[in-house]
């Protein structure tokens, strides 16, 4: 099919994923909106925890990064049940779940309470709102009707807000808005509207064709080349190998010396303001995969570190869509994932 047709697009797209992607710059700006049900200051925490899975721990990820050159406070993203042995009454627990119904986020802010962490909840209702209500917390509700991973402006923005109000600055005001600007005109370039021949995520997307996508980050876009990754698996259905350098090169590396039997093609993600170190190693694992395979580039926009890493995760959001729709496939939908959560909530197994 050709991208161009927006005719072809519709017939695939028929959740209109593509009209959510548009969005995505408003949705952010009515996430930065979003205030906390309780006003007033929060202890300065001890440590940060965001507990989320899939498209809501792609929030904590974010917000992770962008707190790495910031805080003196350290923000980890925790994935599964429970929460990590050193979660107690000095530290945030933010729980991230966008339904609301994750059973690994919802056990995260069970055990948070009875820890007497102080717990934050982030969520469009569910069980999570439930027991917000409960309990008390102090919690951001979130508008419904999006997926998750399609709903990353309002699980990370409200963050933000929260830990202003424990007098922690993650991203200043002028960030922001640099981001939310970029990402008007990044949107105006990459929507279907704007033809193959200017448009980078219909070019990505065609050089990946039927090709196993590789992707790989530096030390700044490492965690946005994870996100690539399950954006890739979740809207193109297709499976997705990511990875980070410099660690990478003390271990993936020796694949590309190999003969691989896969037809793949590796996207980098490079930093307009990475480290020349970091360069070089690009430029030779370039080299080494040109050995092989088909490599492409792409770089970040912008200054800040949020207006560059959000210019690439919204570059591979749309780049997971059009390979969706090159390939045939809904990207809204994730009926294996349903049914797995479905078989599990069962419990007869
Ligand atoms: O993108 C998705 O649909 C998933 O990765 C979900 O985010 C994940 O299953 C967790 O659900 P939720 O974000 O509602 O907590």
Known sequence: MTLDDPAALARIDSHDTRGVLTDFPAQCRAAVALAP???????????????????????????????????????????????????GAADLVIVLSYSGETVETLSAATTGLERRCRVVAITSGGRLAALARRHRLTSVTLPGGLMPRMALGYLFFPMLAVLRAADLVVVK????????????????????????????AKRLALALGDRVPVIYGGPATGPVA??????????????AVAGALPEMNHNEIEVWGARIPQALHVVLLRDAHEDVEISRRFTLVRELIARQTGVSEAWTRGTGTLARLLSLIVLGQWTSFYLAALRGLDPWAVPVLDSFKAQLADGSR
């Open 173 to 200: 005001d002028a960030e922001i808005d640099e981001a939310l600007s970029g990402l008007d005109g990044l949107t105006r370039e990459l929507a279907p509207g704007s033809p193959t021949a200017v448009n980078e």
């Open 37 to 87: 049900s309780t006003s007033g200051p929060l202890p300065r925490p001890r440590a940060v925890i965001v507990a989320g899975m899939g498209g809501s721990a792609a929030g904590g990820d974010l917000l992770a990064a962008c707190a790495t050159e910031r805080l003196d406070v350290p923000v980890l993203v925790h994935r599964g049940y429970g929460l990590p042995t050193l979660a």
């Open 226 to 239: 994870y996100r690539w990754k399950t954006d890739l698996e979740e809207n193109a259905k297709c499976l």
